[in-house]
Each structure stands twice: as C-alpha cells, then as structure tokens.
C-alpha cells in the first residue's frame, strides 16, 4: 500500500511539473491511503480468478490420470511376439 501512495505521488508530482511548464498551474491534492487513484482490487480479482481456474484444471487431470488403467506400452505388447536368433560371435559370418 505505501508503495502504491509513493507512485500516485510521483505521478501527481509529474503532471504538476507538466502544468507548470505549460503554465497551467494547479492546485494539486496528494494521495493518501484513504484515497488512491489507482486501485488494485480488479488486478487481485484477475489474479485470483487465474489462479483458481489453473488449480481446478491441475487437480482434474490429476485426478483423470489417476482413474485410468494403467497400459503396457505398445512396444513392451510386441516384444512378447519377437524372437531373437542368436548371433555367433564372428557377427554371422560362416
């Protein structure tokens, strides 16, 4: 909070500076906690809605991974159909 004040008082502060210059000199209220400009509460509401939407979708596939079958991969399946001749030790050459 007390960064957001220091902020709002920058900008306050350069906008002063620009009036100035152009010789359009007001009077400037500062910022206090009780009354900001800049409000966060919409970037917390985003935030939180991501967030939430992200968590719900990771414990779902967890679950949907954990509530299937576990399957033999397809190339453990063939490998019980394969037989392996033996190689004499010259690499097959008689």
Do not use: Y
């Not at 220091?6 to 002063?16: D, H, P, S």
Request: charged residues 20%; proline residues 4%.
């Amino acid at each position: 909070m007390q960064r957001q004040i220091q902020i709002e008082q920058n900008g306050q502060k350069r906008q002063w500076a620009a009036q100035h210059v152009a010789g359009q000199v007001q009077a400037v209220t500062r910022s206090d906690s009780d009354k900001l400009t800049i409000v966060l509460w919409p970037l917390f509401v985003v935030l939180g809605s991501i967030l939430g939407v992200a968590w719900i979708k990771l414990i779902r596939d967890h679950l949907k991974r954990r509530a299937q079958p576990t399957e033999l991969p397809v190339a453990l399946e063939n490998d019980k159909d394969i037989t392996i001749d033996a190689v004499s030790p010259d690499g097959g050459h008689q």
